[in-house]
Nanobody, 125 residues
Framework: QVQLVESGGGLVQAGGSLRLSCAASGRTFSSFAGGWFRQAPGKEREFVAHISRSYGLTNYGDSVKGRFTISRDNAKNTAYLQMNSLKPEDTAVYYC??????????????????WGQGTQVTVSS
């Protein structure tokens, strides 16, 4: 079991930046791959970013490539999502996720067993 708690959300103007954090507890975070998803009102949960368990390999959704950066600090049991050049369409609840599976689709919800409660990000125009 691993528990995930997101923080760092808030209200920001278009063009601004935010850094989200995902603190893990219960098991060593280095045993898990990490992911970020988001869900806007009336829309399905959408893949944002993924970082692998080993080597820190990263993947991004098309809508955030070049603007968002996912990273992890295993010593702190924490994953991060640095969000730059934010747009109003980035407004959503952002969820942190963890996968302990050997094989998984990193861009699919079912690839992850553990989820945080979410943190609201609102980008004003």
């Amino acid at each position: 079991q691993v528990q995930l708690v997101e923080s760092g959300g808030g209200l920001v103007q278009a063009g601004g930046s935010l850094r989200l954090s995902c603190a893990a507890s219960g098991r060593t975070f280095s045993s898990f791959a990490g992911g970020w998803f988001r869900q806007a009102p009336g829309k399905e949960r959408e893949f944002v970013a993924h970082i692998s368990r080993s080597y820190g390999l990263t993947n991004y959704g098309d809508s955030v490539k070049g603007r968002f950066t996912i990273s992890r600090d295993n010593a702190k049991n924490t994953a991060y999502l640095q969000m730059n050049s934010l747009k109003p369409e980035d407004t959503a609840v952002y969820y942190c996720a963890a996968s302990g599976k050997s094989y998984y689709y990193y861009d699919r919800i079912e690839g992850y067993e553990y989820w945080g409660q979410g943190t609201q990000v609102t980008v004003s125009s």
